[in-house]
């Protein structure tokens, strides 16, 4: 009876994850501060980098916080909820999911990256931190957020792994890491064509 209790939770907090993390919150401020729709400017995405080009910086520090607490509370409420690593990393997954293929897009979205933030955020602070410097060197050197954030995705795998010990968070993080890579993919060809916008 327990083992189905589980199961009915873990199914339920994935719906609510991907429910969450569908909510296309980028797209919501672009239309609150009445500017141009981040699909139609830059990289065509939703994600906070793109919304601060297409509506400004406060829209997009605001898609940024609530993009991350789309990952951030549903797996708070699968911590509280399950106790269990293993599935909670699933749940983070299904919030991640929610925000690239949203189906109040289309079943498409954003990259990941923030909604994983707040996924890792509540996993494992102490691996963000250590994530979040690769981030800031990369920045730092290249001025690209792109390559951050799939470089800060890619090194989350051993961090997560040293941080937590567990076998199964480190393959959900992996799976987690290859999603936002191949989200970046067109990121990736104007790399390497020298034709991806910088930062500054």
């Not at 296309?24 to 609150?32: D, E, I, K, S, T």
């Not at 909604?115 to 890792?120: A, Q």
């Not at 981030?135 to 995705?153: D, E």
């Not at 937590?164 to 480190?170: A, D, E, G, V």
Request: aromatic share 14%.
């Amino acid at each position: 009876m327990a083992h189905y209790l589980t199961v009915g939770k873990v199914v339920l907090l994935i719906f609510l994850a991907f429910f969450l993390g569908s909510v296309p919150f980028g797209l919501l401020f672009a239309r609150l501060f009445g500017k141009k729709d981040p699909r139609e400017v830059g990289s065509g995405n939703v994600g906070a980098t793109n919304v601060a080009r297409a509506a400004g910086k406060v829209a997009g520090v605001l898609t940024l916080v609530l993009d991350a607490a789309k990952g951030y509370l549903p797996v708070l409420l699968a911590w509280g909820w399950l106790k269990s690593p293993d599935y909670v990393a699933l749940v983070g997954l299904f919030a991640i999911l929610g925000h690239c293929y949203s189906p109040f897009l289309g079943f498409k979205g954003g990259k990941g990256v923030a909604t994983g933030l707040g996924v890792y955020l509540a996993l494992s602070p102490l691996a963000v931190i250590f994530a979040a410097v690769v981030f800031g060197l990369v920045i730092w050197r290249w001025r690209y957020v792109s390559l951050a954030s799939m470089s800060a995705a890619l090194a989350m795998v051993p961090f997560i792994y040293l941080a937590q010990r567990s076998p199964m968070l480190t393959f959900f993080t992996a799976l987690i890491a290859l999603l936002i890579t191949w989200r970046h993919r067109a990121n990736i060809q104007r790399l390497m064509r020298g034709e991806e916008p910088k930062f500054f």
